[in-house]
Nanobody, 125 residues
Framework: VQLQASGGGLVQAGGSLRLSCAAS????????MGWFRQAPGKEREFVTA????????YYADSVKGRFTISRDNAKNTVYLQMNSLKPEDTAVYYC???????????????????WGHGTQVTVSS
């Protein structure tokens, strides 16, 4: 599967952005989908994930209550709505797909099989 993330940009603190990740292939609905981010000089970190049917979601503590992940399997797309953005949210955001839908908590890089190229999010103070 190929993943293409979009929707990044420059926003002031307190603002909002909506990221999208479009996937190729007819098996999108059978993947767990996740978002990760990597800030300069830091390791890639988990942000959020959603189960293959969208019934379960997982969030890093740093984004709980501010970010919302959703998916539209008919459109082969996963979304990340980001509200109340902070300067520390500045990073390149990557979407990823995991084939193993039995992963209990899909929060680790190694659990994902496919990665998009990323989209830059910059939050100014």
């Amino acid at each position: 599967v190929q993943l293409q993330a979009s929707g990044g940009g420059l926003v002031q603190a307190g603002g909002s952005l909506r990221l999208s990740c479009a996937a190729s292939g007819r098996t999108f609905s059978s993947y767990v989908m996740g978002w990760f981010r990597q800030a300069p000089g830091k390791e890639r970190e988990f942000v959020t994930a959603i189960s293959w049917r969208g019934r379960s979601t997982y969030y890093a503590d740093s984004v709980k209550g501010r970010f919302t992940i959703s998916r539209d399997n008919a459109k082969n797309t996963v979304y990340l709505q980001m509200n109340s953005l902070k300067p520390e949210d500045t990073a390149v955001y990557y979407c990823a797909a995991a084939r193993d839908i039995t992963i209990a908590t899909p929060t680790k890089n190694k659990e994902y099989d496919y990665w998009g190229h990323g989209t830059q999010v910059t939050v100014s103070s």
